[in-house]
């Protein structure tokens, strides 16, 4: 790479300070040209006046930093510039670099692309960096600091690490074939792809962990028609999110809202209540209110205390080890009698509210909390080991040591395609393009 490229790495529009970054080799000549003096010491912030080297119009007083490669974000040379927030500054000090010879904007993730391709960063390490960006909630952020430290990526190294060993385990033996072992694979080698291959399947078996918490857990509410759903999305989400009326069927499609639930992501679902249609517009409600429940991560089946001891028998269906069942209206019925396993609440005057967002929260904790184990966080990542996981079992079953030699080397590729390793090339262009302008 021997283009220099510039962004904005602080977000966009009218702030306090506003920070731009230039990676590559005319990094230093362009920082000296706007300060007009030698490149500061490095890794030590120094106040500068800013000027155009074009046409020497000053652009603003601020502080500038100089990184030297390869000790540096993307292990190239690295200015950054800290001026005042201002649009017309940050488009002025924009313009001064585009015209300096060899200089560009960043395309989304070319920093932390050039900081991959210099090996400054493993892929796991550079996608955590894009997750902590985006991350909107405490357990967001955990799990991406935990990924951008490298615990996802040194697993699934030891794991390669382990593979190559075994794969050269198995190409002596094929160049030694007077050393037979029976079975095809040698006797030092199955145990270690066996337990491989358990730790791996355990990995797989998280419930879809990691990438629930990125992309936020789904929490579904259905009941009868004027059970109060609508008012209980309302009262988890504190403010009027969904219409709320004695009509039965208010409700005719899926009403979202995006709550942080105690440091996790929920997007919470109103839905169509459950009865016999009376029109093919409710029907379609019906019909996607039920698919929502099957989708969902957790339910909230909500039930009418006017209705007790009896349960609306749609309703009572969806019970399971993934539904929350609740009572609602017990301001208007306070001598309901509210079956055990079930919690009673009023929508209408808040009464109960906080003890069922409390139990909410604590069963999205416990299926889908940071645990001490790194998560699987992208579907990449559980595709190549899904790979790696089938190509471990041929290597187990292979009659021959070439022919598991062979699987074996599968599997290391397929793990090395998570941290980028090997056969990265056309992954990049999808990986990085999602990143932000600026990192």
């Known amino acids: 790479m021997t283009d220099t490229v510039f962004a904005l790495a602080s977000a966009p529009g009218r702030g306090g300070v506003a920070v731009m970054r230039v990676s590559g080799p005319a990094a230093g000549g362009a920082l000296s040209a706007l300060t007009g003096r030698s490149l500061p010491p490095a890794r030590r912030a120094s106040l500068a006046r800013l000027r155009d080297p074009g046409t020497g119009d000053p652009i603003d007083t601020g502080i500038v930093l100089w990184f030297p ?61 894009a997750d902590l960006v985006d991350a909107e909630t405490s357990a967001q952020r955990r799990q991406a600091l935990r990924q951008m430290d490298g615990a ?35 006797a030092a080698v199955r145990p270690v792809l066996e337990a491989l291959a358990g730790e791996i399947a355990d990995h797989l078996d998280d419930g879809h962990r990691g990438e629930r918490l990125r992309d936020g857990i789904s929490v579904a509410i259905l009941g009868a028609p004027n059970a109060g759903k609508s008012s209980l999305l309302n009262a988890l989400a504190r403010r009027d999110a969904a219409i709320v009326s004695e009509t039965a069927g208010t409700t005719r499609d899926v009403i979202e809202v995006h709550l942080d639930l105690g440091g996790y992501p929920v997007v919470l679902a109103d839905t ?37 001891p009896a349960l609306d028998a749609r309703t009572a269906a969806l019970l399971g080890g993934s539904t929350l069942a609740v009572v609602n209206k017990i301001d208007a019925h306070p001598g309901a009698v509210v079956p055990n396993g079930m919690m009673a609440l009023s929508a209408k005057t808040g009464a109960g509210v906080a003890a069922v967002m409390g139990r909410l929260e604590a069963l999205v904790a416990e299926r889908f909390g940071v645990g001490q184990a790194p998560a699987l966080t992208r579907a990449r990542h559980r595709a190549a080991l899904e790979d790696c996981r089938r190509a471990l079992a041929g290597a187990l079953e292979a009659p021959l040591p070439e022919l598991a030699a062979e699987d074996v080397r599968l599997a290391v590729r397929a793990l090395g395609r998570i941290t980028g390793r090997v056969d990265v090339e056309d992954l990049l262009d999808v990986i990085f393009r999602d990143f932000c302008i600026g990192k």
């Open 152 to 186: 996802l990526g040194r697993l699934y190294e030891d794991w390669r690490g382990r593979l190559m060993r075994a794969l050269a385990h198995l190409e002596a033996e094929i160049d030694f074939p007077d050393e037979d072992l029976p079975g095809g694979v040698g």
């Open 69 to 129: 490669g390869p000790a540096s974000f993307t292990g190239e040379d690295v200015a950054e510039i800290q001026v005042h927030g201002g649009r017309a500054v940050v488009a002025a000090l924009a313009e001064a670099l585009a015209a300096r010879p060899g200089l560009r904007p960043a395309e989304p993730g070319e920093f932390s692309r050039r900081a991959f391709e210099n090996g400054r960063l493993d892929l796991t390490e550079a996608e955590a960096i």
């Open 272 to 308: 169509a209540g459950l009865r016999e249609a009376t029109d093919a517009v409710e029907t379609e409600g019906i019909r996607r209110a039920l698919a929502r429940a099957e989708a969902a991560d957790l339910r909230i089946a909500v039930f009418d205390a006017a209705a007790l």
